[in-house]
């Protein structure tokens, strides 16, 4: 059942990072953000623009300067460290562009890696889901093969089910296909779309791809939504 | 999964370090595990081997040397002391039990001990009278009938092979007295083990000199009083004789054992230095691998992983070297201490019980543990402060 709130709601949220003197280096500036849940919102823009540091704060692996960030009716930048960690796990699911795969861990203990650290899916069932993801994203006799044994492909197809382990309600995604051959990364997408569609999750891509922008419910610009970021600097 | 399967699995992706550093955390634990056993398994092997006697009387010298020669079989032989000096003893009303002792040649490196019946008798403060565990003692032969008959210490007769009616000798010059075994001493764990028993009237028709010279050498009579009180005044007496000492056993051992405590104090700061290189051997180690894997910290970070539970990852991959470091190092160390026994064995050492399991190994395998915990904890602690944003991205 799809909540009748936004996902993702974002209030007055700056970011900014110190420089020398004491002068400080503004990168983000959001007046308002919100995103339907449910949704596939893409947001484009330059390198640099900020899409990234977007993309942690909502996912609370970083802290806002000033301003609130409200996922699914939880204010995730007044929680302390631990329990923004707990929130993240379950209810957060994280695309990395260059897949982060652990090196050591195959691509099932990869997903199952991610059900370790929240309790969204009792342990008996962690390997049967992520057996399960694996196979639903066509690497159902992949299991057991460590990433350097994967094509890019299936690396990011891995790292997207990894992000589904939880079943989290929002899944970020950052540059999903910037890895990816032109080819490939159409098929990817169009898997993670579809899988992502099937589950209800909210899902937010940031990306200056091309085969990308398309792809969602809507479009954004990084330099309408940080448009005062950099002023304050 | 587990916490653990995630650490097993970092320690199986870097296999050859992780290899490397079990073998040299189990290396130094071996080095610690052999050295305590074997000074404690001398120290013990003294204990047990030593006599029930509480004068030894025999040729004028080193009191330690006629011990160890007499008693454990060690060091060079002693002259020999006039069958006379038994007798003097024998008729002395101060002595409960005189017990005469004659060494000489070897047989596959085992020594032969002439001696008599009473050797192996019981009596009042013995701890354990020596036991056959097959056949027969020799017989309380006369001088001029000598039997020839043998009983043989229990490594003696495993090592040589020998049972009962073998006949024996070692060398052409002996062909003409072989030796027929009689008996097999039940295992006592001291030098009684090494030895072979002869009667005295074989030992001297097998030796030349005595042959020749018509005399009845022995090496020392062991001596037990009646009373306590008159061991002073025995020792005293046989030391003013020009060409024979006695020597109080335990007097020698105390001597020993505190040339013992030199050797273990000098030992314990060299184990001091070892434990400090296998903790920095274990610091580096993990490290490093933390320093390289902040990437894969941060990625674990993002998908949720508090940061108690990557510094609990870290010391679990710390403490699981250590553990089958240490693992490795307690069965290394028996292996070295049970060669270093067989070694000293070989040389003529001490008796040594070197494979007793007491509180060593759970104290040295805990402490394994604590220190793998200890060394993993800054590299634990930067695993803790790794920033997640900073480290995203690829290095």
Known sequence: ?233 | MTLFTVAWRYLQGRFVTSVLTIVGVGLGVSLIIATFLLTRGIREGFIEGATDYGLIVGAKGSPTQLVLNVIFRMDAPMPNIPFRAYEDLQHDPRVEVAVPVAMGDAYQGFRYVATTDAYFAPFSGRRRAPALSAGRFFRSDVPEQPTYEAVLGADVARRTGLKLEDRFFEGEEMAAYPLTVVGVLRATGTADDRAIFISLASYWEMNELSRRAMVKPLTAVLIRPKRLSDLAALHRGWNVAPDIQAAFPTAVLLNIFNLLSLVEDVLLVVLGAVVIVVGLYLFVTMYNATFERRREIATMRALGARRSTILGIVLLESCALATLGGLAGILGGHGGAYLGAALLAARGGPPTHALAVNALQPVTFGAVIVLGALAGLLPAVLAYRTEVAENLAPL
Not at chain 1, 2 to 22: C, D, N, Q, Y
Not at chain 1, 67 to 73: D, Y
Not at chain 1, 171 to 193: M, N, W
Request: hydrophobic content about 45%.
């Open chain 1, 1 to 233: 059942m799809i909540p009748a709130g936004p996902a993702v709601t974002l209030r007055g949220v700056r970011k900014s990072f110190p420089l020398a003197e004491g002068r400080q280096l503004q990168v983000l500036d959001v007046e308002h953000l919100e995103l339907a849940a449910a949704s596939c919102t893409v947001i484009q823009g330059r390198s640099g623009s900020g899409k990234t540091t977007l993309l942690n704060l909502i996912a609370g692996v970083s802290l806002p300067t000033a301003g609130a960030i409200v996922v699914r009716e939880t204010v995730i930048t007044t929680l302390p460290e631990p329990q923004r960690d707990r929130f993240r796990a379950e209810q957060i699911g994280y695309v990395f562009q260059t897949f982060n795969l652990l090196p050591a861990f195959s691509a099932l203990e990869n997903v199952m890696l991610a059900m370790l650290f929240g309790r969204a899916v009792p342990r008996r069932q962690q390997r049967a889901r992520a057996t399960a993801l694996l196979g639903r994203l066509g690497l159902g006799a992949r299991l057991a093969h460590k990433p350097a044994q994967l094509s890019r492909g299936e690396q990011q197809r891995v790292a997207i089910a990894r992000a589904l382990a939880n079943n989290p309600p929002l899944i970020l995604a950052d540059e999903p296909c910037a890895s990816l051959d032109a080819a490939t990364a159409r098929e990817v997408l169009a898997v993670f779309l579809a899988v992502c569609r099937e589950e209800g999750n909210t899902l937010l891509i940031v990306s200056h791809d091309e085969a990308v922008l398309g792809a969602g419910d809507r479009l954004l610009d990084m330099a309408e939504i940080n448009a005062r970021a950099g002023a304050g600097a």
